[in-house]
């Protein structure tokens, strides 16, 4: 097989796992994020996510993450839910959040993918990334044509909108290579001004110290006294940017089970998320990103959200 052809099973392969889309970039050094990178941990807009600040060159050149790596295989996977919770006045988790923990989901297709790449094109070396390694994930997303940076720092495709997960396999595998797509915001501003706690900074530049999803995820200690009513209901994650985005009015349901929701989750009404015990999370959110945040987090949220 010539790398075109690498190039065509590569895709195909994705596409049979339920993968919504594949882009391959030549991997190395993100020249244009570094400045970026650098201003953003200068202005301490990652808050106490400490670990921003570890691996900074591993961060922005894949080569040194994965020594030896020819390309970097983006790949988008769809967690668009069919029903949303029922009680417009519930505390809200973030969408994402309804199914089973993302992470333990797509590694095992990106594994499954590795694998066909092995049996098919021979002695390929490479690693499998989940948001969980110091790669920026929207950043190779974007290069290899995926879709755009949105205002709101999510990725956008026109198709898709933003509801989707993002994955890596850096391999040592010469592909050929996709390219950017052009930027389709225009003038709207819709996730700027909608976002409750004014996160957004500026345009394409999100202060993650002030995101809802920090705070009810990435914070440990007690939430802002300042922050009180701005948390627009959330009580992990947050879903505004992406809710308000003219975008995903294109988005379309998944199809991937182990990311349906567990009914009861759906059908939990105000008083039952504030009465919520250790034994109904567990059973709620068992093998779920929520567990992230752990029962006292979550609870500790919930009561924050309380007039």
């Known amino acids: 097989m010539n790398s075109s052809q690498q190039t065509n099973f590569i895709k195909t392969e994705a596409k049979r796992l339920g993968f919504l889309s594949c882009g391959i970039s030549k991997s190395g050094f993100l020249e244009e994020e570094a400045p970026r990178l650098e201003a953003w941990l200068n202005k301490n807009q990652h808050g106490e996510m400490a670990y921003m600040e570890n691996h900074f060159d591993k961060r ?42 993302y992470h333990y989901v797509i590694k095992d297709k990106l594994k499954e993918l590795l694998f066909s790449i092995r049996e098919t094109i021979g002695d390929v070396h490479g690693r499998a990334f989940v948001d969980s390694a110091p790669v920026l994930d929207k950043a190779w997303a974007v290069k290899s044509g995926l879709g755009w940076m949105g205002k709101h720092s999510n990725v956008l495709t026109q198709k898709e909108g933003s509801f989707y997960f993002i994955a890596e396999l850096i391999v040592d595998l010469d592909l050929e290579y996709d390219h950017p797509t052009t930027d389709h915001c225009g003038s709207c501003t819709a996730c700027i001004d909608a976002c409750p706690t004014q996160a957004i900074a500026a345009p394409y530049q999100v202060d993650g110290s002030k995101c809802i999803s920090y705070f009810t995820i990435e914070l440990k200690n007690e939430l802002p006294q300042e922050m009180k009513g701005k948390f627009d209901n959330w009580a992990f994650g947050c879903d505004v940017c992406q809710d308000v985005c003219p975008w995903n009015r294109f988005s379309k349901s998944h199809k991937e089970p182990l990311f349906d929701p567990n009914p009861q989750l759906l059908e939990m009404t105000k008083k039952d998320w504030q009465e919520i015990t250790q034994e109904v999370f567990d059973t709620l959110f068992k093998d779920s990103a929520v567990q992230r945040t752990k029962f006292k987090g979550l609870t500790r949220n919930i009561k924050f959200l309380e007039a």
């Not at 993450?65 to 505390?91: E, G, R």
Request: charged share 20%; glycine share 2%.
């Open 60 to 101: 922005l050149d894949t080569t040194l993450l994965v020594p030896d790596s020819k390309s970097v295989i983006s790949l988008l996977f769809n967690y668009f839910p069919s029903q949303i919770q029922k009680d417009t006045t519930a505390p809200k988790i973030s969408k994402y959040a309804y199914g089973m923990d």
